[in-house]
């Protein structure tokens, strides 16, 4: 066979990764979230610093408070054993996912603590923090897609006269 007849050369193969830009060209609504959300992130760069703040903060406590509880059998996401695993763990437990792989060792040991550690981060950032945050990405894609609307209607009465 010959070169140009392999499986890996053909059109179809190599347009693979170019798909992404090909359905950017053909929607229109996906050029406007395409262009919205580099914006909308430079509008919550705020919100997003006092998430990643709030994470640092627990994620010190955590360490000084669960150090060394955590084994193998719990798993290697559910650590406090640093600071950049205890990071970790937190963002894990801020989507609210593997809960009990990282409450319970902490729970065995140390009960009240625990509950007040990660309910408080729970409380706080589940429902203030990220709340907020998407509270800010849904007002700054509307304000964006506003801002495009008015252009929209600028261009075409300039088009008119």
Same mark, same amino acid.
């Given at each position: 066979?010959?070169?140009?007849? +392999?499986?890996? %050369?053909?059109?179809? !193969? /190599?347009?693979?990764? #170019?798909?992404? *830009?090909? @359905?950017?060209?053909?929607?229109?609504?996906?050029?406007?979230?395409?262009? +919205?959300?580099? %914006?909308?992130?430079? !509008? /919550?760069?705020?919100? #997003?610093?006092? *998430?990643? @703040?709030?994470?640092?903060?627990?994620?010190?406590?955590?360490?000084?408070?669960?150090?060394?509880?955590?084994?193998?059998?719990?798993?290697?996401?559910?650590?406090?054993?640093?600071?950049?695993?205890?990071?970790?763990?937190?963002?894990?437990?801020?989507?609210?996912?593997?809960?009990?792989?990282?409450?319970?060792?902490?729970?065995?040991?140390?009960?009240?603590?625990?509950?007040?550690?990660?309910?408080?981060?729970?409380?706080?950032?589940?429902?203030?923090?990220?709340?907020?945050?998407?509270?800010?990405?849904?007002?700054?894609?509307?304000?964006?897609?506003?801002?495009?609307?008015?252009?929209?209607?600028?261009?075409?009465?300039?088009?008119?006269?």
């Amino acid at each position: 066979p010959s070169p140009s007849s +392999s499986p890996s %050369s053909s059109p179809s !193969l /190599l347009s693979l990764p #170019l798909r992404p *830009v090909f @359905l950017l060209l053909a929607s229109r609504q996906m050029r406007i979230v395409a262009v +919205s959300v580099p %914006s909308t992130l430079a !509008l /919550l760069w705020e919100i #997003l610093l006092s *998430v990643v @703040l709030f994470i640092i903060v627990y994620a010190i406590i955590g360490t000084r408070l669960f150090h060394g509880l955590y084994d193998e059998d719990w798993g290697d996401e559910a650590r406090f054993d640093s600071f950049s695993s205890s990071s970790v763990s937190l963002f894990i437990l801020l989507t609210t996912e593997n809960y009990p792989t990282i409450l319970y060792p902490a729970y065995e040991i140390y009960p009240t603590q625990a509950i007040i550690f990660f309910w408080s981060f729970l409380l706080i950032g589940g429902t203030l923090m990220l709340s907020t945050l998407l509270g800010g990405v849904v007002e700054a894609y509307r304000d964006i897609i506003a801002m495009q609307a008015m252009l929209e209607h600028r261009t075409e009465i300039e088009g008119i006269t």
